[in-house]
């Protein structure tokens, strides 16, 4: 099974700055098979990025993914209100096909 | 944009069978995959199975024992069968849309929560 490993637990910062938020899997995975979503607190979650930098349909472009190999980064530049949620990575491969990071909460400071 | 909506009971009893449905529309399940995930309160998420749009089927071995997913195509519906419930089992349960990679479109989430 792949782990994916996500850091930190919980980022704060501020509206207008930039979130770094990192995945780290247990072993290499294809980029195409890497997504990132968001959740917010009583909704399901969102797709943002697919293949590691690919944006879903409809997101905005302060989205942005990056990496390959085992380290993977999901970069928000000037966050705004609504962007504050928990955000997730996924990875598609070996058994169990679907496996999700534990989820880093960005809040506000 | 596809649509999806989860059905079923809120509450199931310990060693019961949870069964849940979902149901599409705006689009057809022709095509895509078709897919269980559940997240307890307070946790993560975690992938129970899917269902593709061929026919075939698959899930997580830690839940493959107790799982089954049907589909009902010309009804746009497809169901979670999950056996021998326990407290362990409480979660919102998600139906999701997606190509193999990913899961493009979800549903609300419906709690169900185990319990006597």
């Known amino acids: 099974e792949i782990v994916l490993t996500q850091s930190p637990g919980t980022l704060s910062l501020s509206p207008g700055e930039r979130a770094t938020l990192s995945c780290r899997a247990s072993?290499?995975?294809?980029?195409?098979?890497l997504a990132w979503y968001q959740q917010k607190p009583g909704q399901a979650p969102r797709l943002l990025i697919y293949?590691?930098?690919s944006r879903a349909p409809g997101i905005s472009d302060k989205f942005s993914g990056s990496g390959s190999g085992t380290d993977f980064t999901l970069t928000i530049s000037r966050l705004e209100p609504e962007d504050f949620a928990v955000y997730y990575c996924?990875?598609?491969?070996?058994?169990?096909?679907?496996?999700f990071g534990q989820g880093t909460k960005l809040e506000i400071k | 944009q596809v649509q999806l909506q989860e059905s079923g009971p809120g509450l199931v009893k310990p060693s019961e069978t949870l069964s849940l449905t979902c149901s599409v529309s705006?689009?057809?399940?022709?095509?895509?995959?078709w897919s269980w995930i559940r997240q307890p309160p307070g946790k993560g998420l975690e992938w129970i199975g899917y269902?593709?749009?061929?026919?075939?089927?698959d899930y997580n071995p830690s839940l493959r024992s107790r799982v089954t997913i049907s589909g009902d195509t010309p009804k746009s519906q497809f169901s979670l069968s999950l056996s021998s419930v326990d407290a362990a089992d409480t979660a919102v349960y998600y139906c999701?849309?997606?190509?193999?990679?990913?899961?493009?479109?979800w549903g609300q989430g419906i709690l169900v929560t185990v319990s006597s």
């Open positions: 996924q990875q598609y491969g070996s058994s169990p096909q679907y496996t």
């Open positions: 705006g689009g057809s399940m022709t095509t895509s995959y």
């Open positions: 072993q290499s995975i294809s980029r195409a098979y």
């Open positions: 269902l593709s749009y061929g026919g075939g089927s």
């Open positions: 293949g590691a930098s």
């Open positions: 999701a849309r997606g190509d193999f990679r990913k899961f493009d479109d």
